[in-house]
């Protein structure tokens, strides 16, 4: 292994190097000068971001334990406009609520940590990495779902993401033991070679899957969702339900296509009917919510079961359609928590009934929740339209015609829960109106780049052929 | 000897622990009376329940300990085969308790070293 | 297995030659467990001996000179003593876990006397882990004390019972660590393999700076983790009454007793072993006979077993931030720096080697 | 630019103006220019299709094609016929009159004229599109906004309305999704690439199965708009707490989203599918006609009035279109165009009345011809075009529907017809006791006297309406004429 | 490698304990004994991976080394849960599932 191979690593490298650096920050800066820490954060983390794009190699490193190539890096880069624009949301957060206390930086170390973790996890060849990226992409979000530890909901959400994480990830590795056991090896380029469809494989596949649902949180794995995103910061509710589920999603994807293939008529089944609960369980539930939290929370469940669908056409389509999903669910998904973060920061209210009449004295907030909410609801022009015709296309394309059928179903019911939202900004007059406030820099450019995101990402297609280009290394 | 030595060990340990109540037992003068009973407590009777709640320092140290000992577990396996890959292992190592060493300078700085 | 010794090696075939296999292997392995019983117990009651005549020394008076010549046979009189006493408990204790407590001690000893190479060959478990078992076995040990402390429902053995967790557990790192340091040399972490490789050259000499920094860091931990003076938080006499086993009296008092002896000589055998070349003798001088190796090896562990003891009867006891001051702020960055620098000795080949 | 992409494009640029102006005034001066252009944009596309046409004699013309998602082989694909002329044409005219009978909309007035404005983006877009895919988004694009404009502005149970419209109309796109998928599917079937391009897939047979399975659902899925009993509910509500423009343009245009679409969708491409079912939906549609009818003689309140004879003329479209008949099919389209004049004459009128008496309930008002003698009048010529009277564009058009119809020879189609022809008489009772007690008779409130006179800009509005609708009577040949033309490749397809 | 007792015997036995750490991690009501529930489902795996290894693929470490970063992640995790557990503690003095529920639905 030559040094320069670990060019094709820089994104982890680099983030790593970052992670140290605010460490270093928080140790050496004294601490009346603390709150530059924010600022530079996130001006390392932009530099991160913009030097994520340039070209890479295919590669493998560490025996095969380490593999990149064009797609994963561009969705490490997915990844990375992400987070990025959550910084960018959650800097006034920060600066104004946390740094005061004097744990900022916690935020920003634990958060790259993370996001190192999935690093990891979307680059691992064999399971060993999997696991420690997934898990190093979970810890650190339980502490900080128990960020605010004055705050009993805080410590609830992050006791309950630990230990269903936990639980998940047991169940998981007891998967991947019995793989290991009928395959002798944890690279998946072994597995691939020595899988046959034995009933412990498919015990263990099933197994396994349990990881991954959790944190994708589908049907049955879901129980923490709500109560987690209630509890925890928005912030940390928006990371989880945004990149959090998109690596993941990515991952499986990657393993279902790739190492699992021989089993696809198993996990065909599987899918299909973890995609139909997932999407109804996830919709009738938001049917109630009061707390836009806990809201976002069952509709991002039932967002995991609208892209169960491309999943399940294991096609090429399928791949490149769920990638754009993602991207197009995290730029809507940071609106609206955007949305969220910026009013709760403000005022202190998260219930949909304090939105009433937000329109008359907020009207830019609104319209972004508005465009954030038709976007994840799949309502022309905004992308997330784009984004599900084309997961429902996926799946037609393999001919579940039945299961595009209720997803459209589906979609029509969450249109009423994501209208209820709208109906509140707009339809309704308050006599407690939240009152208009101004955004800082940061929120009100973190917000502009997901409307901007949500107004073109659908339109441009360009961005699709890209993608779909890519995608071809896993067909 | 193999693997079976710390079976013999383990019982040759209960036999000695059990053997030596026993034996203790049997020769052993008995006398019973309440205050005997008593935990002992410099001569008063205890107030209050006795499993009380700790102070969390040493739960804290507790939770270091596990991050550092499982650390140790790690470069135990690297001590070994130090010797075979001399550079790559000795860089990576450097790396790894750079880290953790600002982890310790962390924890450190956070005041979770300070016993009060 | 004890094959060095030719007396075993003929015990052995005897056995083997007279009855059927599995017969002559149980017997063989009661012999073993009785050999080592016999060791661990004579080694417990001379140590306590010692400890007392040693302390008299410094203290500038006599110490037990009556029972047998030179007080010999006074510990034996009081382990009997001991035995003969009553088994009490309070009503409130957690029984099964207060009667199960000094198993894990004692057990945990023996076990780790099992991997001790007293000379070539008497060991009775080279295991390739062997390092790596010593720690793990001597962390368990810290669940008796716990386990004692916590079930004898007493606040003062509760206390010293955290105390001797949170100190045990601290001074592990170090004691991990440091013996790390020396398996940079090694490359192996099989006790005899470790014996083996100081053959030219005691390790202590063989890694000089770095060795010597290694040992001494050892040496106070190993002083913390078996709770001893100037470390014993655990027990303080003046502030806890007896610590963590307050309510134990009679033989289950004198188990833990034993076992902080046994402990304390455990400690100084891996001393031995891993920096001063345990059985070896200086410059190989009596290579051809290898039953002096026992000699040489208990003559080592002896001296350290003293230098212990003199720490305790030289330095006043610490408070507990003190104790953990010195560990987390001192001895742990110290320790990582070691390795580092051992580890650049090793690479480069800088270790002294005759 | 081309001549169609500017039907887009100007509407887009109407609303970046819209979105810099301050105030009602700014912002209705904003959007009558954005109006007026494309009303002239219309009318000058009407010509430049008779001169295009002259010369062309393809199927589409004006036709633009760019490739957007390769890898679905969606395109952004558009062209025109007489048909969808004569809907441009419609819409322009419907909107322009909206713009005027919203002169005075008070409250949010920018973002209401905004949402004006995009539902008309979906329906000039609907009607040119000839890619599956971009058909539906447009399709889609005219439904949100009512959401808004009936929600905000509405009056009544505007809530429950807006949420019921919004998921029925789109619990119908998302049936069509799926036919629409399935349409895309199986266009391969002679061997080429999947496409989504109307005229490609017409070449292709696809399979009877297939056809038979998507086609219910295509036809539901557009049908749902168009008022199909029993999915129709949501129009009565809409109707009735919707404001005066958005009822207009509702009524006036995006009900015949419907019909068009299932004309050019479900019934082009899927012939032997609507050959299989139209038994089934020519009874749906029947029974729409007579209950529409029916329904609109229980009703007291003028706009539910309306909106049940909405549904009875549009179920008559469809009913005509399911007769897979020349001459009805060009009498279908004829009373898409006629109905949308008309409807949204009379709820531009009863917007009128509502705004001067407060009051829909027809038992409340009495002798308006007395005190509004403007609106009254024109109010009586609407209702004479909607029950059919010659000379007026109504009758034109279900004279066509009716002979048409009766030329199938099959028992159970002319029962059907004699059926639906039969509702013509109810509309005629309906509206003339509309008028009769509204118009008629003694002033019956004493506050009517003092009503408000006609305003210039409501004139305006009315005036735009009613021309067309003389002008179909009076002179239907040169419309039809571009209907049928159209019309020729659909029965080269289905028939 | 023990003799005289088969891989089967020890799966079966690690199966067993992966189900009383599911089932207690059901049914528990303390959140200490959910935690060493799952951690009974960790050691579960760590059994199975070390066995597999020795006994089935005994020339190549994969699945011993596997269980040595699972034991590293399982302190880890253990370590976070107790320090979130012990915050709780600090708010409401209870560490009992019942209490936990203030968010529901």
């Known amino acids: 292994m030559e040094l320069s191979s670990f060019l094709s690593m820089r994104h982890e490298i680099l983030l790593l190097a970052i992670t140290l650096l605010v460490l270093i920050g928080e140790i050496f800066i004294p601490e009346n000068k603390k709150h530059s ?6 001006f390392l983390f932009g530099i991160h971001t913009i030097t994520g794009f340039l070209p890479t190699v295919e590669t493998s490193l560490f025996g095969g334990m380490f593999r990149t190539n064009g797609m994963i890096h561009f969705f490490k880069n997915v990844l990375n406009i992400g987070v990025f624009i959550l910084l960018l949301q959650s800097a006034d957060w920060l600066q104004e609520k946390v740094m005061v206390q004097n744990k900022g930086t916690e935020f920003f170390i634990l958060l790259f940590s993370s996001l190192l973790g999935m690093y990891f996890m979307i680059s691992s060849g064999d399971f060993l990495m999997f696991y420690l990226g997934l898990e190093l992409s979970t810890l650190p979000v339980a502490a900080l779902a128990a960020y605010e530890t004055t705050n009993r909901k805080s410590s609830e959400a992050g006791i309950k993401l630990i230990l269903s994480s936990a639980l998940a990830s047991g169940v998981s590795l007891f998967g991947i033991s019995m793989l290991y056991a009928t395959s002798g090896s944890i690279y998946f380029n072994d597995i691939i070679e020595m899988i046959t469809s034995t009933d412990l494989t498919i015990l263990g596949m099933i197994l ?3 990881g991954l649902a959790f944190k994708i ?18 912030s ?22 790739t190492v699992m293939k021989p089993l696809m008529h198993v996990w065909e089944n599987m899918i299909y009917v973890i995609a139909v609960l997932t999407m109804f369980i996830g919709n009738l539930f938001a049917l109630r919510q009061q707390n836009m939290k806990r809201f976002l929370a069952f509709s991002s469940i039932a967002q995991a079961g609208f892209i169960l669908l491309g999943l399940i056409a294991g096609n090429q389509l399928g791949t490149a359609t769920i990638v754009y999903f993602v991207l197009i669910y995290i730029f809507s998904n940071l609106a609206a928590f955007g949305v969220v973060q910026a009013i709760s920061l403000q005022t202190g209210k998260e219930n949909i009934k304090d939105y009433e009449g937000l329109y008359r004295t907020n009207p830019n907030l609104s319209l972004v929740m508005m465009l954030a909410l038709f976007s994840l609801a799949g309502i022309p022009p905004v992308a997330g339209f784009f984004g599900k015709f084309f997961l429902f296309t996926a799946a037609a394309s393999e001919g579940y015609y039945l299961l595009v059928f209720l997803a459209v179903v589906n979609v029509t019911i969450s249109l009423y829960y994501y209208l209820i939202v709208v109906r509140a900004m707009f339809l309704r007059k308050s006599d407690n109106p939240i009152p208009f406030f101004k955004n800082k820099v940061y929120m009100r450019l973190g917000l502009l780049i997901t409307v901007i995101g949500i107004l073109v990402l659908g339109l441009y297609s360009p961005l699709y052929d890209y993608i779909y280009n890519l995608s071809g290394i896993f067909n | 000897m193999g693997s079976e030595a710390i079976i013999v060990f383990l019982i040759a340990g209960i036999v000695l622990v059990a053997g030596a109540n026993f034996l203790s037992n049997l020769i052993s003068h008995k006398s019973d009376n309440p205050q005997k009973r008593e935990p002992y407590e410099s001569g008063m009777t205890t107030i209050g329940p006795t499993w009380v709640q700790f102070k969390v320092g040493y739960y804290l140290f507790a939770i270091l300990f596990l991050i550092f000992d499982v650390e140790v577990a790690f470069l135990i396996p690297w001590a070994v085969v130090f010797k075979d890959f001399g550079a790559i292992a000795f860089i990576e190592v450097l790396i790894f308790l750079v880290i953790l060493g600002l982890g310790l300078m962390y924890a450190w700085k956070k005041g979770a070293l300070k016993w009060e | 297995m004890i094959r060095a010794l030719s007396i075993t090696r003929s015990i052995h075939d005897w056995l083997y030659s007279s009855m059927s296999e599995n017969m002559a292997y149980f ?27 040693v302390a008299a020394w410094f203290q500038l008076r006599i110490g037990p000179n009556r029972v047998g010549f030179q007080g010999l046979l006074q510990t034996m009189a009081d382990a009997l003593k001991l035995l003969s006493k009553e088994l009490t408990g309070t009503e409130k204790a957690d029984k099964f876990l207060y009667n199960l407590a000094p198993y894990f001690v004692i057990i945990t000893a023996l076990m780790a006397l099992a991997v001790i190479p007293f000379t070539q060959d008497f060991q009775a478990f080279d295991i390739n882990i062997g390092i790596l078992f010593l720690i793990a076995i001597s962390s368990i040990g810290v669940i008796g004390i716990l386990l004692g402390g916590w079930s004898s429902n007493n606040k003062f053995a509760l206390i010293g019972a955290m105390r001797s967790g949170v100190q045990t557990i601290s001074y592990e790192l170090s004691i991990g660590l440091s013996l790390l340091t020396m398996i940079l040399i090694t490359g192996s972490l099989q006790l005899s393999e470790i014996v083996e490789v100081q053959k030219s050259g005691w390790l202590i000499v063989q890694g000089h700076i770095p060795a010597i920094i290694a040992f001494m860091i050892y040496m106070i931990a190993g002083t913390a983790e078996t709770n001893r003076a100037p470390f014993d938080m655990a027990e303080a006499e003046s502030e806890l009454g007896a610590g963590f086993h307050t309510e134990y009296s009679g033989m289950k008092f004198a188990y833990f007793f034993l076992a902080e002896f046994i402990n304390m000589f455990i400690i100084a055998a891996i001393a031995t072993t891993v920096f001063f070349g345990a059985w070896l003798s200086p410059f190989g001088i009596t290579e051809s006979i290898p039953i002096l190796g026992v000699f040489w090896f208990l003559a080592k562990a002896m001296v350290l077993v003293f230098l212990m003891m003199w720490f305790r009867w030289t330095f006043p006891r610490l408070r507990v931030d003190q104790l953990l001051t010195l560990e987390w702020k001192y001895l742990l960055p110290l320790n990582l720096m070691n390795i580092v620098i051992m580890a650049l000795i090793v690479w480069l080949n800088l270790t002294i080697q005759f | 630019m081309d001549i169609l992409t500017l039907f887009i494009i100007v509407p887009i640029l109407t609303i970046l103006a819209l979105v810099f102006t301050k105030g009602l005034k700014q912002a209705r001066i904003v959007s009558l220019i954005g109006s007026l252009v494309q009303f002239g944009m219309a009318i000058n596309l009407v010509f430049a299709y008779f001169k295009e046409r002259a010369v062309n004699s393809d199927i589409m013309v004006f036709t633009k094609d760019v490739v957007w998602f390769k890898e679905f082989n969606i395109h952004y694909n558009i062209g025109v016929d007489g048909i969808s002329v004569a809907l441009l044409l419609l819409t322009a005219i419907v909107v322009l009159a909206g713009v005027f009978i919203s002169w005075k909309m008070n409250d949010l007035p920018k973002e209401f004229f905004v949402s004006l404005i995009v539902l008309s983006i979906g329906v000039y877009g609907f009607f040119i599109s000839l890619d599956l895919f971009t058909m539906f988004v447009f399709f889609e694009i005219a439904v949100i906004p009512m959401y808004l404009l009936i929600g905000i502005w509405g009056t009544g149970p505007k809530e429950y309305s807006a949420m019921k419209l919004t998921l029925m109309l789109m619990g119908a796109s998302a049936v069509l999704l799926v036919g629409i998928l399935g349409i895309y599917f199986n266009s391969n079937a002679d061997g080429g690439a999947l496409t989504f391009n109307i005229l490609e897939i017409s070449k292709v047979s696809i399979p009877i199965e297939a056809q038979k399975l998507f086609f219910p659902l295509t036809f539901i899925g557009f049908a749902v708009i168009g008022a199909l009993f029993p999915f129709h509910t949501w129009s009565p509500d809409g109707h009735a707490s919707a404001p005066t423009a958005v009822s207009m343009l509702h009524a006036g245009v995006l009900m015949k989203l419907g019909g068009y679409g299932v004309f050019r969708v479900a019934m082009f491409l899927l012939p032997e599918g609507a050959m299989h ?17 029916f329904a609109a003689i229980k009703q ?19 009913f005509a279109l399911l007769m897979l008949n020349k001459t009805s099919w060009n009498g279908a389209i004829l009373q898409s165009l006629s109905h949308g004049f008309m409807t949204a004459l009379f ?13 829909r309930d027809v038992t409340e008002l009495g002798g308006l011809l007395k005190v509004i003698p403007f609106i009254s009048a024109i109010y009586v010529i609407a209702g004479l075009a909607s029950l059919g009277l010659p000379g007026f564009s109504g009758f034109v058009a279900e004279m066509n529907i009716f002979v048409g119809a009766f030329e199938h020879e099959d028992m159970f189609y002319r029962v059907a017809t004699i059926i639906s022809v039969s509702a013509i008489v109810v509309t005629a009772v309906y509206i003339l006791r509309v008028v009769g007690i509204m118009l008629m008779g003694p002033v019956k409130n004493n506050a009517f006297l003092t009503l408000e006179k006609v305003t210039w800009y409501e004139k305006l509005g009315i005036m735009l309406l009613l021309i067309p609708i003389v002008g179909m009577g009076v002179a239907p040949l040169w419309l039809s004429d571009m209907i049928l033309e159209s019309l020729h490749p659909f029965i080269q397809g289905v028939l | 490698m023990i003799p005289g007792i088969s891989i089967y015997e020890i799966l079966t036995i690690t199966s067993i304990l992966f189900f009383i750490g599911v089932y207690g991690f059901i049914t528990r009501k303390n959140l200490i004994s959910i935690l060493i529930s799952v951690e009974l489902i960790l050691n579960a795996s760590v059994i199975n991976f070390v066995i597999i290894n020795k006994y089935l693929y005994p020339d190549m470490l994969q699945g011993v080394l596997f269980s040595l970063f699972i034991i590293a992640v399982a302190a880890a995790e253990t370590a976070l849960a107790v320090s979130i557990i012990i915050g709780l503690y600090r708010q409401i003095s209870s560490v009992e599932v019942k209490d936990v529920e203030t968010m529901k639905y």
């Not at chain 4, 909106?307 to 008559?316: C, E, K």
């Not at chain 4, 009863?350 to 407060?358: K, P």
């Open chain 1, 37 to 42: 820490i924010v600022h530079m954060a996130i």
């Open chain 1, 208 to 210: 396994f899957f349990a």
């Open chain 1, 217 to 234: 949180s589908l049907v049955p794995f879901h129980f923490w969702t709500a109560d987690v995103y209630e509890g925890a910061p928005i």
């Open chain 1, 236 to 257: 940390i509710a928006s990371y989880l339900s945004v990149i959090s589920k998109g690596a993941a999603v990515f991952i499986l994807m990657i393993l279902l296509f």
């Open chain 3, 27 to 53: 017997i063989e392995m009661v012999l073993i467990a009785i050999v080592y019983l016999a060791i661990f117990a004579v080694a417990g009651l001379f140590l306590v001996l010692i400890e007392r005549r």
């Open chain 4, 277 to 293: 079912w139209s038994w089934f939906f020519i009874i749906l549609a029947t029974i729409g006609v007579i209950y529409g009818a």
């Open chain 4, 300 to 318: 007291t309140d003028l706009k539910y009035i309306n909106a049940y004879s909405s549904v009875s003329h549009l179920g008559m479209v469809l």
């Open chain 4, 347 to 359: 709820f531009a009128l009863i917007g009128m009345i509502y705004e001067r008496t407060h009051t």
